[in-house]
């Protein structure tokens, strides 16, 4: 069974220009989860999908963050216009349920690099 | 900040040897999550232990659960030079689906 993948591993691009990063979750998973780790800080929850309904976007640190996950599948995270302290590793993760018993797979990440 | 933190922030031990990684956090959880990851890649679940668990075992892996104290521990028996990696402990929040994480214990085993 494939895991959760997430594309780009990598991306470089300038401070104003815009990234839109994907993920694709566990087949079956109706959880969805995105997280970031920027330099030298802990990793920090963004926002969590059940299906195509946004539950929870506490973490998601401004309105230059976009992230949508039409038809409950993939998901895809956008950032417009990036800044400097975008910069991070961000991760997807998914939950086949809620409640204490569910894991939460991880994807590989994405590195952003915002010059 | 809800955010956990972590001890050591690095350990260096021999190869044979056992590694404990202590971790504490702030918020109310319902479990708490060990997840490693080696350098450059992904976060891999390791082991989960719920709130109302006090100790549980994995291979080599033996995790505990202080709730009282908001703590948990991970020990790795019988280190390998494979687990020679970043571990993370990361709660899952009470009333809420998001983990918080610790910093992380760099962990290196040396042949």
């Known amino acids: 069974e494939a895991g959760v993948t997430q594309f780009p591993s990598h991306s470089v691009i300038e401070k104003g220009q815009t990234v839109t990063l994907r993920c694709d979750p566990i087949s079956g998973h109706d959880n969805l989860y995105w997280y970031r780790r920027v330099m030298g800080k802990e990793i920090k929850f963004l926002l969590h999908f059940v299906k195509e309904s946004k539950q929870d976007e506490s973490g998601m640190p401004n309105n230059r963050f976009l992230a949508e996950r039409t038809g409950g599948t993939y998901s895809t995270l956008k950032v417009q216009p990036a800044e400097l302290e975008d910069s991070g590793v961000y991760f997807c993760a998914s939950s086949q349920g809620l409640g204490p018993n569910y894991e939460q797979y991880f994807g590989p990440g994405t590195r952003l690099t915002v010059t | 900040s809800q955010q956990g933190e972590e001890d050591p922030q690095a350990l260096s031990i021999q190869e044979g040897e056992n590694a404990t990684m202590n971790c504490s956090y702030k918020?109310?959880?319902?479990?708490l999550q060990w997840y490693r990851q080696n350098s450059g890649r992904g976060l891999v679940h390791l082991i989960l232990?719920?709130?109302?668990?006090r100790e549980k075992h994995s291979g080599r892996l033996r995790v505990t659960l202080d709730t009282s104290k908001k703590s948990s521990s991970l020990l790795i028996t019988a280190s390998r030079a494979a687990d020679t990696a970043s571990y993370f402990c990361?709660?899952?929040?009470?009333?809420?689906?998001?983990?918080?994480f610790g910093q992380g214990t760099r962990l290196t085993i040396n042949p």
């Open positions: 232990i719920r709130s109302n668990e």
């Open positions: 990361a709660g899952k929040v009470q009333g809420a689906q998001k983990l918080v």
């Open positions: 918020t109310s959880i319902n479990n």
